[in-house]
């Protein structure tokens, strides 16, 4: 396995809470959307074994000709020692990245697609929108919604409806307007749902789409295939 030793380039404010690290793409270093890594913080391998508080998995928020790995997290007041340390990390410090891996892919299968996700979830969307974007090829339509009861809503300028874009995003303030939104995209009984959120977010939005009638094989969640069949198990 390779490690990649990569700086900081650039932090970006998006919220009172939410950053986005940009980290220097290193020589060789590509990924498709909706891929995340581990990132790793000076020390996580001094000793014999990895130490798993210095290392996170991560989205990376940008595509490769952005020319930067982003990496978006929110860290709270309260927080881990890894987000503690990486509030104080500066531009030109070093962190290390390894193990790209892509669960949730665009898929282009002349369908629509729902993007589900709560708070900093949105992230793993992003590079997906961008891709869209740039190439919108055997996708009907996208649809994105979130949740972020906070109202510091992430990337609002991608995260606009563009209706000659064939692009529409909502977001929302609380479980309520999230779920009856839910309930009304899921009449769609071709879509592709994506989810990102926390696990307990992933396990009620399955019950949710579930009992409208979609099918476990049209749900994506960012979870490897074992661990993604034991979520759609139910
Ligand atoms: C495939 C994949 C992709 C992911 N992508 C992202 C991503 O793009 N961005 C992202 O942010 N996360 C992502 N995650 C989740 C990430 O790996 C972390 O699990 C998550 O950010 C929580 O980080 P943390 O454990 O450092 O805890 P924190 O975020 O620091 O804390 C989690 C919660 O515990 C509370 N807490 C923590 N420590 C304390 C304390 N000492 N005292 C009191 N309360 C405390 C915090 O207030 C918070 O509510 C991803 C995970 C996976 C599996």
Request: hydrophobic share 35%.
């Amino acid at each position: 396995m390779q490690i990649y030793w990569t700086k900081i380039n650039k932090i970006i404010e998006e919220t009172p809470e939410i950053k986005t690290y940009m980290l220097d793409c290193p020589e060789g270093f590509t990924w498709e959307e909706g891929s995340h890594i581990h990132l790793a913080l000076e020390g996580f391998n001094a000793g014999e074994k990895p130490n798993r508080n210095l290392i996170r998995h991560m989205s990376i928020s940008t595509l490769p000709h952005e020319k930067s790995i982003g990496i978006t997290t929110r860290i709270k007041e309260e927080c881990s020692e890894f987000k503690s340390i990486l509030r104080n990390m500066k531009i030109g410090e070093e962190v290390a990245v390894f193990k790209t891996h892509s669960n949730v892919p665009l898929k282009r299968e002349d369908k629509n697609v729902y993007l589900l996700s709560s708070g900093v979830g949105l992230a793993t969307f992003r590079p997906l929108v961008l891709d869209y974007f740039e190439r919108a090829d055997n996708v009907n339509h996208i649809h994105s919604l979130n949740i972020d009861s906070s109202r510091d809503f992430l990337f609002t300028n991608i995260f606009a409806s563009l209706p000659n874009k064939k692009f529409t995003s909502q977001f929302v303030d609380n479980r309520n307007d999230y779920y009856d939104e839910v309930k009304k995209l899921a009449a769609d009984k071709d879509g592709i749902f994506y989810v990102v959120g926390s696990d307990e977010f992933l396990v009620h939005n399955i019950e949710v789409l579930r009992a409208q009638g979609v099918k476990a094989e049209q749900i994506m969640l960012d979870k490897h295939e074992q661990t993604k069949s034991e979520f759609l198990a139910f």
